[in-house]
């Protein structure tokens, strides 16, 4: 099992910044990859970015691209999402999420590409 803790999350006004960290814990040799997905009250889950676990290969959804950086630090099994520019339509509930597959020929952007998840940290974005 892979045990995965966000932490970051927060209120920030329009145009600010935040930082998302997901520590990721346990059986971590069968993590191919790491993603980020949100929810936003009364809409489906939606991927927002993805890098494997090696830290190579970073996608973005497009409407996040240029403002959001995904990034991982190997020594502290630690993934993270740097979120600049931040709009009021970024609110959400954000999810970190492992996979057992790299998601390097064809990406993985549905939740069902991804085996293990963490239990969300909240991101409000004031206008």
């Known amino acids: 099992q892979v045990q995965l803790v966000e932490s970051g999350g927060g209120l920030v006004q329009a145009g600010g910044s935040l930082s998302l960290s997901c520590a990721a814990s346990?059986?971590?040799?069968?993590?191919?990859?790491m993603g980020w997905f949100r929810q936003a009250p009364g809409k489906e889950r939606e991927f927002v970015a993805h890098?494997?676990?090696?830290?190579?290969?970073?996608r973005y959804a497009d409407s996040v691209k240029g403002r959001f950086i995904i990034s991982r630090d190997n020594a502290k099994n630690t993934v993270y999402l740097q979120m600049n520019s931040l709009k009021p339509e970024d609110t959400a509930d954000y999810y970190c999420?492992?996979?057992?597959?790299?998601?390097?020929?064809?990406?993985?952007?549905?939740?069902?590409?991804?085996?293990?998840w963490g239990q969300g940290t909240q991101v409000t974005v004031s206008a």
């Open positions: 999420a492992a996979s057992r597959t790299y998601c390097s020929a064809y990406g993985c952007y549905q939740d069902n590409d991804y085996n293990y």
């Open positions: 346990g059986r971590t040799f069968t993590i191919g990859a």
């Open positions: 890098i494997t676990w090696s830290g190579g290969n970073p």
